[in-house]
């Protein structure tokens, strides 16, 4: 045999092997590198943030920074604005799992700004830059008594995507979506004039801006509320059964407002566990349970044995272990990805190392695993009206049969932006979050999606932008109010400027 094609035919085989490794035995390469890869990563941006908060260099350095951005958009004009902008940010980098294809073909802006410029406890706000993190957020906020009062739970969730896209948490039935708890936005417009939006100030382009996607302007800081925190969530578990009175009983702790928490995990068609929060400066010393600590189990199936016990229960957790109890586990998505990740061996050994980053297990994941993916695993948040819950959860379940469920509710403000209720009354909401494998024989990614999708515009509910989006140009727009958005664009030069926002979320501008 001719060596060459025998070292030929033996590097094919060494890359197939490679291949089906990387792509069925996937935790080998999660382990072994993306786990001390994310370590590295953490603690580097951590010590960072830190670094230029203690040394009180942001401020001075925000607005140079912002000048930069206005050079950057005037220089596009100069050179005869030729293609759209856009943020310059990889698309490997956020926490969408899909990666945009216009980053190839846009203008980047370079947008480097991940700085808490102040927190301001007289008028009770927080400023911030658009890369400014969630972990990064409630490390400074939690520990001086402060805290954000929605606080979507990642801790990489940054503010930027939070109000350009959105963000939600189990307090938002008292204090709506991410967007709700902002006081004023700072954009770099298409002309690369600076401006400042709030309820009063530029009032049109204050409402606008959140669902955006950066089709508006770029945002360089947002002013945030704040709330005084305190130590301790006190937590109760409740396993209910029967979807009915699954959906009764979620409705009603959501109306409480004595309850600042509220969430539901379904783990089938007729079985949850539902739970209700107070904040407390006391905790009862044997009922505290750090859920936070890296050998603690995975807090869905920690949850999950209240169902299997069928017992009610409380617990205090602490403050921030409560706002990050999903991040360790990444929802359940970790499950897939390492499926001993929650053996109490492996927690012990390797539990600190644990969530490895999405930004790189998305940069690592090659083309058969997007595939595989994008086929056989959804990843969605539909956002309905809380009347319509039992019904949503039963479409959800024919579709796809994919469980646990997040069960989170919000209340929906009126408005006049892109996401607002019918009528002019404020009303409760519940965000349906379906991550992991499908289980019913006959789901087909697009058209399952897209008979969900019907089902959420028909009771007048909303998609969340990050996910994988099937939707033709005119149903996105039944979904979506797009008349101030569109009156909007048209007044501040972003028609050239930057691509409508169905233009770069929808499922062929992604991949
Ligand atoms: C695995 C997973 C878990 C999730 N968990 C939660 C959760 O717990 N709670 C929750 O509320 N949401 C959650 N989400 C959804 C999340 O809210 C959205 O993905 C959100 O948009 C934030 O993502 P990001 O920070 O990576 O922003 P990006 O994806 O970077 O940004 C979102 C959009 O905003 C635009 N944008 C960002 N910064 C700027 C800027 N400075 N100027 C102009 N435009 C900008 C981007 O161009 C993009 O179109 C989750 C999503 C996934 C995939």
């Not at 990889?90 to 480097?112: D, E």
């Amino acid at each position: 045999i001719n060596p060459l094609i025998f070292l030929h035919r033996s590097l094919l085989s060494l890359v197939r092997g490679l291949d089906y490794v990387l792509v069925h035995q996937r935790w080998i390469f999660v382990c072994l590198f993306l786990l001390p890869l994310s370590v590295v990563f953490d603690v580097y941006y951590y010590v960072r943030a830190w670094l230029i908060f203690k040394m009180c260099s942001a401020p001075k350095l925000h607005d140079q920074r912002v000048r930069d951005i206005q050079r950057q958009v005037r220089e596009w004009k100069k050179e005869g604005s030729k293609s759209f902008m856009c943020t310059g940010r990889p698309g490997w980098l956020t926490v969408s799992l899909r990666v945009g294809k216009y980053k190839k073909t846009h203008k980047n802006i370079m947008i480097n700004m991940m700085d808490i410029l102040e927190v301001d406890t007289k008028r009770q706000v927080v400023r911030v830059e658009p890369l400014a993190n969630m972990g990064q957020v409630t490390a400074l906020l939690n520990s001086i008594g402060w805290t954000l009062p929605v606080l979507p739970e990642l801790d990489d969730l940054t503010v930027g995507g939070l109000v350009m896209g959105t963000g939600i948490e189990s307090s938002s039935h008292i204090y709506g979506l991410f967007q709700h708890i902002c006081v004023a936005f700072e954009l770099v417009l298409a002309d690369g004039s600076l401006v400042r939006c709030t309820e009063d100030e530029n009032s049109d382009l204050f409402h606008a801006v959140p669902w955006s996607c950066g089709t508006l302007g770029f945002l360089v800081a947002a002013e945030i509320k704040i709330i005084p925190a305190k130590a301790w969530v006190k937590l109760r578990y409740e396993p209910v059964r029967g979807l009915e009175n699954i959906c009764k009983r979620f409705t009603e702790a959501s109306q409480n407002k004595q309850n600042a928490f509220v969430e539901g995990l379904q783990y089938s068609l007729d079985s949850a566990v539902i739970m209700t929060g107070t904040m407390t400066d006391h905790a009862e010393p044997n009922k505290v349970n750090r859920i936070g600590l890296h050998f603690k189990p995975w807090f869905f199936k920690h949850v999950e044995s209240y169902l299997s016990g069928d017992y009610t229960g409380v617990e205090y957790i602490p403050l921030r272990q409560y706002y990050h109890r999903h991040t360790r586990s990444i929802f359940w998505e970790l499950q897939d990805i390492i499926p001993f990740g929650n053996n109490p061996v492996f927690r012990w050994l390797f539990g600190w190392m644990v969530p490895p980053k999405i930004s790189l297990l998305k940069l690592t994941q090659g083309e058969t695993i997007r595939r595989l993916y994008e086929q056989h695993h959804v990843v969605q948040d539909m956002l309905i009206p809380m009347k319509h819950l039992q019904a949503a959860i039963m479409q959800f379940h024919q579709e796809i049969s994919v469980y646990p469920l997040w069960l989170c509710p919000f209340l929906l403000q009126p408005g006049r932006g892109m996401v607002h209720p019918k009528g002019q009354q404020e009303e409760l909401y519940v965000d349906i979050g379906s991550y992991g494998e499908p289980r019913v024989k006959h789901f087909e990614a697009k058209a399952s999606t897209r008979r969900l999708e019907k089902f959420v515009r028909d009771v007048h509910g909303f998609q969340m932008l990050y996910a994988d989006v099937y939707m033709d140009r005119e149903e996105f727009w039944e979904m979506f109010d797009g008349r101030l958005y569109h009156r909007l664009r048209e007044e501040l030069g972003c028609k050239e400027a930057f691509p409508e926002v169905y233009d770069k979320i929808c499922k062929s501008a992604r991949h």
